[in-house]
């Protein structure tokens, strides 16, 4: 990910390194724009680069690369750390069924690259439902195919698929626990940063009910000016057809 801040002093983040795009008439001001049409940007809160980096940066800085993983060691840093090792001892079992969940989600979906990626022009022609043609015994796309609107997006399915298959089933799922490990990691620290807001520190806090099933649940008690306060955090994990397991941590 790529950090930056505008003329206005305003902070974003964006997944590819984007341009500088100064105001008409005008070479002091301006913002940052994406290079390519995919890529996913956000307007942070005024503080977060420095929080996420340690060092605070202006319009006259070029953006500054950096990870979802150092961003998270550096939040670990900056949180209670006796919090997050209690969080992180109750929530083992659900990083266990998470992982489960994923190493078999990686596997199905290696298969059904698997299957794509061996895909003959004949399977192809009929997934687009149009008639193949035969030129020395061998079957081809019909002419003016690699013109259409169909070639692009055989293209695009064909390396999307070929890439995975060709990663190695072992290897592919290694990275899926891989980027999974990491979720887990970057939830548990938001989860950290939102229950510090409500009052939590390191001592003055006690779990008081605990369950798992397919999700989690967590209830903590702590004092807060001479009152008892009861906090409940719990999970929701989700997949899908094209969509790779996913939790977020919930907390009221």
Known sequence: MYLCVDSKDREFKFTYEPRKVYDKNDNCTGTWKSRTYHDHWYQLKTGTIEKWIGEKLTWDDQPVKTSQAAVDAKKAEQAPQGLIQVLREQTEDLKILFLEKTKIYAENQFESAKKIAERTTEEWCKH??????????FVVFPIGFYNSKQAK?????KNKYSTIYSTGKDKFIE?????????YESSLIKLVDRLTRKGLTDTNFKIIEKSLDV??????EHEANSQKIETKCWTIIAEGAIRAPHYRYLVK
Request: overall charge positive; glycine content about 4%; aromatic content about 10%.
């Open 175 to 183: 990275k899926a626990l891989k980027k999974a490990n990491q979720h």
């Open 215 to 220: 999700n989690f649940e967590l209830i903590l």
């Open 128 to 137: 687009f439902g149009i008639e193949p043609h035969t030129r020395n015994d």
């Open 153 to 157: 997006e055989y293209s695009r399915i």
